[in-house]
């Protein structure tokens, strides 16, 4: 326990860890995020990284940064941090902005020389001063300098020893919240239990950390954060692409039908393909394909053979699966896509989030090609939306798109892992023996939900093909006859449209009685809950509605919004689902708040643009 009596304790806080691309700010982050996690804590974090591979040294370019927000009802990583962590004066330059009035500033002075000041565009040879920070609120710690007395006799050269200054950090961030020392040594013997010599130094520079905050800046004020009473089981830190890829895994467990991903390395999508690529203890099968279109062309053949196939990509690679997204779409086969969107067009921005694609996913493909398209709204959610995603694929016969985005894909939250029963029995729509014996047909139909029938290759007496030409109602063979065609269109649609029937129906959160609700989708759920909480709370009624099931939208949706006077549509585009909503209510207006800058909303934007919209 601390010997300070100079103790605060909050409901939550944030903190930014902020330096080069290579100081190994995520590490640092994610540890302590791993460690908050064991003690109780909610929490809810952002890598913020550039695009640039590797940024010069020391340019306000290069800066990478991680947030995280750990305590009791956390829902986002905040607007702003608490405390800062500035590794040098160019991160010190260009987080600043990210930093409460109040916030505790951490920095090492050592880089403050001119040759980095330079590099930083500073005019002066005191960026505190210049910046115009009060002292009180900095603590400047010569990191290089304890660093080398620390590691003096490891026998590691320079560069090694540079490379544990991250451990430097997070050991006085460690003492400034009382996080346990012990649960970080148990992290890092994790990552590094193959290299003990690797250990054993950071080991003893995170200790070096904490024992200095403890002895030389006693009186600065240190933090107690709440814990929030959780539900009895299993936690871990789970960021959005490793919840998708495991969700999958479940699915693939509860539908009887291996994994199957076909797919092409893309920022920010990559991991969940580097995830799945692991588990072969589990019977994926994971290949790293040549290119976009080989990686849904691979999955789609897998599907035509039995497997629960899935694709994964972002934005420009959506755009070049979409030839071979219809192709499924037509022969009516399970297939889910998931698209981890980033700023675009083109290669665009993308190490950043934005929820720019959902036009691309609903109508991105030639002629009529309706298929499902869902969305997740947190990192944890992305499980519940990838088994969801599967579930409705195998059980429809359908292409699923799932979107997720690089702020919930990259970012985590502490999760707790389920029982195998919280999940239902995915059920496919095999052929049956019987209906071979009556003479079955490839697009033979279930005369409720219009879904085709699954027959497995190898299958006795199935023999069959499918593809991407239009196929007769009746029969199955090719046709070109246009009222067969238009037959057909209409059915795919309806056959969409019925899975509806199979989804939740969407709930309403804040105030209920209000007249006006903030509605979102997908992954700016926990900015847009936050803001709804706060509203209500400063006196502002505002109800909360926020999408995961898009196409088809949940049952009860447009008649909900129906009874409300004001809509307003909160997302990270210039507002693609407030004109699809718009087209599905006709004669009512869909008031819009936007933003497009690669970055997450902040909740103080929700939050005024609601106020606005009312004054208005």
Not at 52 to 61: D, H, V
Not at 170 to 199: M, N, T
Not at 223 to 241: F, L, W
Request: hydrophobic letters at 40%.
């Amino acid at each position: 326990m601390l010997q300070t009596t100079n103790i605060k304790t909050l409901d939550k806080v944030v903190v930014r860890f902020s330096g080069d691309s290579g100081d190994g700010m995520q590490l640092a982050g994610n540890i302590f995020s791993n460690v908050s996690a064991g003690e109780g804590n909610e929490i809810s974090t952002f890598p913020d990284y550039p695009a640039e591979i590797r940024a010069p040294q020391g340019s306000l370019s290069g800066v990478s940064g991680f947030q995280v927000s750990i305590g009791k009802g956390v829902h986002t990583p905040g607007d702003a941090a608490d405390v800062l962590v500035a590794m040098n004066p160019a991160a010190l330059k260009t987080n600043l902005k990210h930093l409460k009035p109040t916030g505790i500033i951490i920095c090492d002075s050592d880089s403050f020389r001119p040759a980095d000041l330079k590099k930083a565009e500073y005019k002066t040879d005191d960026p505190i001063a210049e910046l115009g920070i009060d002292t009180k609120r900095v603590m400047l710690v010569p990191m290089s300098t304890l660093l080398k007395s620390t590691l003096a006799d490891s026998g590691m050269d320079a560069k090694a020893i540079a490379k544990c200054k991250n451990m430097l950090a997070l050991g006085i961030v460690c003492w400034l919240f009382d996080r346990p020392v012990e649960s970080v040594l148990h992290k890092l013997q994790a990552k590094f239990a193959k290299k003990p010599a690797i250990y054993e130094a950071n080991a003893k520079v995170v200790q070096a950390g904490w024992d200095y905050g403890h002895n030389t800046h006693s009186s600065m004020p240190t933090y107690r954060i709440e814990t929030a009473q959780a539900e009895p089981g299993t936690y871990v830190d789970v960021n959005g692409n490793t919840a998708t890829a495991w969700g999958l895994i479940m699915a693939s467990e509860k539908s009887g039908r291996p994994l199957f991903l076909g797919s092409y390395p893309i920022t920010p999508a990559t991991d969940i393909l580097h995830e799945l690529a692991k588990r072969k203890d589990l019977g994926v099968k994971a290949c790293q394909m040549e290119d976009e279109i080989a990686g849904i062309c691979s999955a789609i053949g897998a599907s035509y053979a039995g497997h629960l196939a899935v694709t994964s990509t972002s934005g420009p690679g959506l755009a070049l699966k979409g030839e071979a997204l219809g192709l499924a779409v037509m022969a009516e086969l399970p297939l889910v896509l998931i698209d981890v969107q980033r700023g675009g067009p083109s290669t665009g921005l993308p190490t950043k989030t934005e929820q720019t694609d959902l036009m691309q996913a609903l109508y991105g493909r030639n002629g009529e090609s309706p298929l499902c398209v869902v969305a997740a709204a947190s990192p944890t959610d992305c499980f519940t939306m990838a088994f969801e995603a599967a579930r409705i694929a195998i059980e429809h016969m359908t292409p699923v798109i799932l979107l997720t985005d690089a702020f919930i894909a990259n970012g985590s939250s502490a999760w707790r892992v389920p029982e195998e029963s919280d999940y239902p029995e995915i059920h496919p729509n095999y052929v049956t023996p019987e209906m071979l014996e009556k003479g079955w047909r490839p697009f033979d139909r279930d005369e409720e939900s219009l879904v085709r029938y699954w027959a497995i290759p190898g299958l006795d007496k199935a023999m069959h093909r499918v593809g991407g030409l239009e196929k007769d109602y009746k029969t199955s063979v090719i046709s070109t006859d246009g009222a067969n065609h238009e037959l057909m269109v209409k059915t795919r649609r309806e056959k969409i449209a019925r899975i509806a029937d199979s989804i939740p129906e969407i709930n309403v959160a804040g105030d209920t009685s209000s007249d006006t609700i903030l509605v979102g989708w997908g992954g700016t759920y926990g900015h847009l809950f936050t803001a709804t909480e706060e509203l209500n709370a400063s006196g502002t009624p505002v109800a909360f509605a926020q999408f995961r099931y898009i196409n088809p939208l949940p049952k009860n949706a447009l008649e909900m919004l129906r009874g409300y006077k004001n809509i307003i549509v909160a997302e990270l585009n210039t507002g693609m689902f407030a004109d699809y909503l718009q087209m599905h209510l006709p004669g009512k207006e869909i008031l819009r708040i936007n933003k497009v800058e690669g970055q997450p909303f902040m909740v103080s934007e929700i939050v005024e643009g609601v106020k606005n919209h009312l004054k208005a």
